[in-house]
């Protein structure tokens, strides 16, 4: 393996800086401890960058400590994230792109997190064709406990070694790793784990668990990895029980890493393997139902009749949570329940609008101008129920929706 033992000397250029600086502008994100924001930085981006390139050239730039962030888990846990200063995102940020091309070209083939030019679909297909074409229909569904939380330090630095000596550059890494954490006003030391929030975290994580992956293709183990989520395709039961204890002792021994033993299990591909979201069977793949119920919740928030928003506003503030679910799960045989809840959110759509129109009047005007004729009945206009009666379903039609420009989740089907 070649080893590369001047990089610095690439980190010290304003056009490098410039462009990680549109990188990270790009990605958006919090400021961190300094409460400078993008805006901010920009305001000044010149200056900014000429400081942070005098910095790194005479080798006085310090990174300062990141900024704790709790965000809630679907199991009720918490996340715990590290949003670093923009000063410090955009070193990071330059330095990510000096090294991921280095690194990324000999990781494992089936490893897809925070890669270039790969995805959770791309993952997702692998697993399938594990799974369907080639029989490996036991799966050993691994869970790491806070995987980034308690990455090593030393084999962070050892991993990054194999292919870079550069001490500077090894010194920066350091710096981003033992830089601290804040808690409101408290600063605590970080003396293991990369924060996930970091631009480089992702890079470091995939460095330090290649290990895994790697040793993992020498036993003759096929895996799909997506950053620490983790399948092990296997052929019979008694493989899977195999691959299973062989996967942890590198994991806790090797790599001093924690396998959540309550979510760690084995399961048969007839009885569904859950993996990013969906449900992989032998002849199917299905959203996961609390995937389904999470969005519907997202949505009731953003649909409620008391809003008092007018509905085309209300439709172009869901439309990007529309898009975003269904061109993600059409990789699963969806069409039922994505065409099914279109559906239900036009009924909650139809009841804001009748809402809104306040008196039957509004509705019954409505449908004069369609063309009904006829005695039309009163109808509460605030009910639920209203919302799927023939008066309001001929009053706003499927088609007058598409006027109004929802986005009908079955239509990712069609890009």
Same mark, same amino acid.
């Given at each position: 393996?070649?080893?590369?033992?001047? /990089?610095?000397?690439?980190?010290? *250029?304003?056009?490098? /800086?410039?462009?990680?600086?549109?990188?990270?502008?790009?990605?958006?994100?919090?400021?961190?401890?300094?409460?400078?924001?993008? %805006?901010?930085?920009?305001?000044? @981006?010149?200056? =900014?960058?000429?400081?942070?390139?005098?910095?790194?050239?005479?080798?006085?730039?310090?990174?300062?400590?990141? #900024?704790?962030?709790?965000?809630?888990?679907?199991?009720?846990?918490?996340?715990?994230?590290?949003?670093?200063?923009?000063?410090?995102?955009?070193?990071?940020?330059?330095?990510?792109?000096?090294?991921?091309?280095?690194?990324?070209? $000999?990781?494992?083939? &089936?490893?897809?997190?925070?890669?270039? !030019?790969? *995805?959770?679909?791309?993952?997702?297909?692998?697993?399938?064709?594990?799974?369907?074409?080639?029989? #490996?229909?036991?799966?050993?569904?691994?869970?790491? &406990?806070?995987?980034?939380?308690?990455?090593?330090?030393?084999?962070?630095?050892?991993?990054?070694?194999?292919?870079?000596? $550069?001490?500077?550059?090894?010194?920066?890494?350091?710096?981003? /790793?033992?830089?601290?954490?804040?808690?409101?006003?408290?600063?605590?030391?970080?003396?293991?784990?990369?924060?996930?929030?970091?631009?480089?975290?992702? +890079?470091?994580? =995939?460095?330090?668990?290649?290990?895994?992956?790697?040793?993992?293709?020498?036993?003759?183990?096929?895996?799909? %990895?997506?950053?620490? $989520?983790?399948?092990?395709?296997?052929?019979?039961? !008694?493989?899977?029980?195999?691959?299973?204890?062989?996967?942890?002792?590198?994991?806790?021994?090797? +790599?001093?890493?924690?396998?959540?033993?309550?979510?760690?299990?084995?399961?048969?591909? $007839?009885?569904?393997?859950?993996?990013?979201?969906?449900?992989?069977?032998?002849?199917?793949?299905?959203?996961?139902? !609390?995937?389904?119920?999470?969005?519907?919740?997202?949505?009731?928030?953003?649909?409620?009749? =008391?809003?008092?928003?007018?509905?085309?506003?209300?439709?172009?503030?869901? =439309?990007?949570?529309?898009?975003?679910?269904?061109?993600?799960?059409?990789?699963?045989?969806?069409?039922?329940?994505?065409?099914?809840? &279109?559906?239900?959110?036009?009924?909650?759509?139809?009841?804001?609008? +009748?809402?809104?129109?306040?008196?039957?009047?509004?509705?019954?005007? %409505? @449908?004069?101008?369609?063309?009904?004729?006829?005695?039309?009945?009163?109808?509460?206009?605030? *009910?639920?129920?209203?919302?799927?009666?023939? /008066?309001?379903?001929?009053?706003?039609?499927?088609?007058?929706?598409?006027?109004?420009?929802?986005?009908? +989740?079955?239509?990712?089907?069609?890009?």
């Amino acid at each position: 393996m070649q080893r590369i033992y001047s /990089l610095y000397g690439k980190l010290l *250029s304003a056009t490098a /800086l410039r462009r990680a600086y549109e990188q990270v502008r790009r990605a958006k994100g919090a400021a961190g401890i300094d409460r400078q924001s993008l %805006r901010d930085f920009g305001a000044q @981006l010149d200056n =900014n960058l000429q400081t942070l390139l005098l910095e790194l050239t005479n080798k006085t730039y310090q990174a300062q400590p990141v #900024r704790r962030v709790e965000i809630p888990k679907d199991d009720g846990g918490v996340r715990l994230l590290g949003i670093p200063s923009v000063r410090d995102r955009i070193v990071q940020q330059a330095l990510l792109n000096i090294l991921q091309p280095i690194f990324d070209i $000999d990781f494992h083939p &089936s490893s897809y997190g925070y890669r270039p !030019k790969r *995805s959770c679909h791309d993952a997702i297909n692998k697993a399938t064709l594990f799974i369907r074409q080639y029989g #490996r229909r036991w799966v050993v569904d691994m869970d790491l &406990s806070k995987c980034f939380d308690r990455l090593s330090h030393d084999l962070i630095i050892e991993g990054v070694k194999r292919k870079v000596t $550069d001490g500077s550059v090894l010194g920066l890494i350091r710096q981003f /790793l033992t830089s601290g954490v804040t808690v409101g006003d408290k600063r605590e030391p970080s003396m293991q784990g990369s924060p996930q929030g970091g631009v480089i975290s992702p +890079l470091l994580a =995939n460095i330090y668990l290649d290990t895994f992956d790697q040793e993992m293709k020498r036993r003759g183990h096929r895996i799909v %990895r997506y950053a620490d $989520d983790i399948l092990i395709l296997c052929t019979s039961r !008694k493989g899977a029980e195999h691959a299973l204890a062989v996967a942890t002792q590198l994991l806790e021994q090797d +790599l001093q890493l924690l396998v959540n033993k309550d979510k760690t299990h084995i399961a048969h591909s $007839d009885d569904g393997v859950k993996f990013l979201g969906v449900e992989i069977g032998s002849a199917y793949t299905r959203i996961q139902a !609390k995937k389904v119920a999470g969005f519907k919740a997202k949505l009731k928030a953003l649909t409620k009749r =008391n809003s008092g928003l007018p509905l085309r506003e209300v439709i172009a503030r869901i =439309n990007p949570l529309l898009r975003g679910f269904a061109n993600y799960f059409k990789i699963a045989n969806s069409l039922k329940v994505l065409t099914a809840l &279109s559906k239900w959110i036009r009924r909650r759509l139809r009841a804001i609008q +009748l809402k809104l129109w306040k008196k039957p009047t509004r509705l019954h005007r %409505r @449908l004069r101008q369609l063309g009904v004729k006829g005695r039309l009945k009163f109808i509460n206009m605030r *009910s639920w129920r209203s919302a799927n009666c023939p /008066l309001a379903t001929i009053a706003m039609t499927n088609n007058w929706f598409d006027e109004q420009g929802f986005y009908r +989740l079955e239509r990712a089907f069609n890009n």
